[in-house]
């Protein structure tokens, strides 16, 4: 299967954020409090076009077919600004893609491209819960980093 990743496009944006409400709807068995598609895209996709630098979207093509998304931010690392990071946001392979090397090839794709750049290191973000995505990661290389905690007032 040939895999390639496409930039999306500002006249995509549409496709790309109804393909993310079907991945919002997915993730949500792994939060706590899980929200509701419709409330979570409503402030989401604004606060999203807001921020875009930095922002790469990519379509995942599999034989010329849609088969996912990735979202990344390429940013300074921060103290060290003379580096650049590339922070994997959002990661999704459709379930009729899956099991069939679609996802480990777009993140070799687009560690090829990393490295073309010069980037210093790629990190990608994972829920707590979601142990499919912490054996994905890890069985390409990634190691943990550091654990994030949080807590309500």
Do not use: C
């Amino acid at each position: 299967m040939s895999v390639a990743l496409v930039p999306i496009a500002a006249d995509e944006f549409d496709d790309f954020f109804e393909v993310f409400g079907d991945y919002h709807e997915e993730m949500s068995e792994f939060e706590d409090e899980p929200e509701a598609v419709e409330s979570f895209m409503s402030h989401y996709r604004p606060a999203m076009l807001a921020d875009m630098e930095g922002r790469e979207l990519y379509w995942i093509e599999a034989d010329g077919e849609t088969a996912g998304f990735i979202v990344t931010r390429y940013l300074p690392d921060w103290p060290h600004e003379e580096r650049m990071i590339a922070s994997i946001a959002e990661f999704y392979v459709d379930p009729d893609f899956r099991r069939a090397g679609v996802g480990s090839e777009a993140v070799e794709l687009l560690l090829a491209e990393h490295r073309d750049r010069g980037t210093h290191l790629v990190e990608a973000d994972i829920l707590r819960a979601n142990e499919p995505a912490k054996a994905f990661w890890y069985g390409l290389g990634f190691e943990l980093q550091f654990h994030q905690t949080g807590r309500k007032p």
